[in-house]
């Protein structure tokens, strides 16, 4: 067998490799840097919603569908990147509420049903007492359920204006009453305008 004799220099790394390290250490920092630069530039990620703002969606892929609203209350901010036409989320201290339209809507307890899956599948709740809902001041109707958790309850309000356009509302706050006030759904929608079909 024959020895192998490796030099160290004062930084121990084997003589005659130092441009290895350099490469490996900006493989590293580059990315690190550059994401840093965006989220600088980007700024905030948390929009601040002014009270009496007036927000709109427009359903997606088929644009047959737009919203218009307004958050009841101030004090509420949206997470996140706001680029999606046809959803939003909401955060008030612990309360989280979510606004979507859709259009072309031939069955509205079949459209609740779809949209609440993935909000029972994501956080281990539950649903049920689905029944009509209607709030006359807007001219919308639908149905509505109770979403319970371990330690959150709230609801899922899924209206239409009766041509195909429907809007859908979720409200999460921690309790385990689904019938409190801050999840209930009528201050909300009364400030729905809901066109389209």
């Not at 009453?177 to 389209?196: I, R, T």
């Amino acid at each position: 067998m024959s020895e192998v004799t490796i030099r160290l220099n004062r930084l121990g790394l084997e003589q005659g490799r130092m441009w290895q390290a350099v490469v490996a250490a900006l493989a590293i920092a580059l990315p690190v840097g550059l994401w840093l630069g965006l989220e600088r530039a980007l700024g905030d990620s948390v929009l601040s919603i002014g009270d009496g703002d007036t927000l709109y969606l427009q359903s997606y892929p088929v644009p047959g569908a737009r919203l218009e609203y307004e958050l009841p209350g101030s004090g509420w901010t949206s997470p996140g990147v706001h680029f999606a036409d046809q959803r939003q989320n909401f955060v008030l201290d612990h309360l989280r509420a979510s606004v979507e339209v859709d259009s072309g809507v031939d069955s509205l307890e079949r459209l609740l049903d779809r949209r609440v899956q993935p909000v029972i599948g994501q956080n281990g709740y539950v649903y049920n007492n689905v029944r009509e809902y209607a709030h006359d001041g807007a001219g919308l109707s639908g149905y509505r359920a109770d979403i319970i958790g371990i330690d959150s309850a709230g609801s899922i309000t899924v209206v239409g204006n009766g041509k195909g356009a429907a809007a859908i509302l979720i409200l999460i706050a921690p309790g385990s009453d689904p019938a409190a006030p801050e999840v209930d759904p009528d201050p909300y929608v009364a400030a729905f305008v809901l066109e389209g079909k």
